[in-house]
């Protein structure tokens, strides 16, 4: 590392812990290679200086995620952790597809239930899959859900396979990655909207610079 950071204010990132438990957080201050990020309520129990996390985070379509240590527990109103990122960024997709998107609508469905849907948000999204993070769920491995998505001016309804199912501790929320396929048409608007992501995050990129 070259002890500049990665990251930047507001930037949004998960901690990953030893114990397996994943708290979604922000980048509240950059003090060099430090990182100040937000700490669930509650979720201080049984973090302790020194000990080793995992952050990961959204570049460029891109999903990074290095290793770090809690160098810092600062006594104040909103908990928080000082992080400092020990190694190098590697990417975490799990796809050879570009990957993009985060916070978009997204509406979760099993085939052959007449009840309402669940609702959640995107975290990032491919040609052949998509992270939703969703309030709760009772989702299995390879359980078949019809999946629908807002991209930006268009709506993509795909049907896709259950690859995984992530429960995010102390938070109540649960990551459903879900594999599909589509065709040339819904592709073709995937790869459309993942485009301008990108150039949007890159003009973000060069005006913080």
């Not at 990020?37 to 973090?47: E, H, R, T």
């Not at 975290?123 to 052949?128: Q, R, W």
Request: proline share 5%; aromatic share 4%.
């Amino acid at each position: 590392m070259d002890g500049s950071s990665p990251l930047a204010l507001n930037d949004l990132v998960d901690i990953s812990l030893a114990s397996g438990a994943v708290y979604p957080s922000r980048v509240e201050d950059v003090n060099g290679d430090v990182l100040r990020v937000a700490a669930v309520l509650g979720s201080l129990d049984g973090v302790r200086l020194d000990d080793s996390v995992e952050l990961a985070w959204l570049l460029a379509g891109d999903r990074l995620a290095a290793p770090a240590k809690v160098v810092g527990m600062p006594a104040s109103q909103t908990p928080s952790w000082d992080v400092r990122i020990t190694g190098e960024p590697r990417r975490q997709n799990r796809r050879g597809f570009v990957r993009g998107g985060g916070g978009e609508p997204v509406r979760l469905r099993r085939p052959d239930d007449a009840g309402p849907p669940l609702d959640g948000y995107v975290i990032d999204v491919g040609e052949a899959s998509v992270r939703a993070r969703v309030r709760k769920c009772d989702y299995e491995l390879e359980e078949q859900l019809m999946v629908t998505m807002q991209l930006g001016p268009d709506v993509v309804a795909v049907d896709g396979s259950v690859i995984a199912v992530r429960n995010i501790i102390e938070t109540g929320y649960v990551d459903v990655i879900v594999s599909f396929g589509t065709g040339e048409a819904q592709g073709r608007i995937i790869r459309s909207y993942i485009m301008k992501w990108q150039l949007e995050q890159r003009r973000r990129l060069a005006a913080k610079s």
